[in-house]
């Protein structure tokens, strides 16, 4: 049994008309949370980050 040509165009208009964006609160929320961490984070223990990456660098420069 084929479908009527009406019943594809309807079937096809229909699934156009869905939009399916995602949850994208979600992911906003998601990434304002891990900016506002990696701030306080920084906040924190900038001055151990500077040092631990500063040591890093010596270290390849001069064996």
Do not use: E
Not at 35 to 56: C, E, K, W
Request: hydrophobic share 50%.
């Amino acid at each position: 049994m084929r479908p009527s040509r009406i019943a594809v165009r309807l079937q096809a208009r229909a699934l156009a008309a869905r939009t399916d964006r995602g949850d994208v609160p979600g992911w906003v929320l998601i990434t304002i949370m891990t900016a506002g961490l990696v701030t306080v984070i920084y906040g924190v223990a900038s001055d151990q980050l500077q040092s631990i990456l500063r040591n890093a660098l010596n270290s390849v420069r001069s064996p």
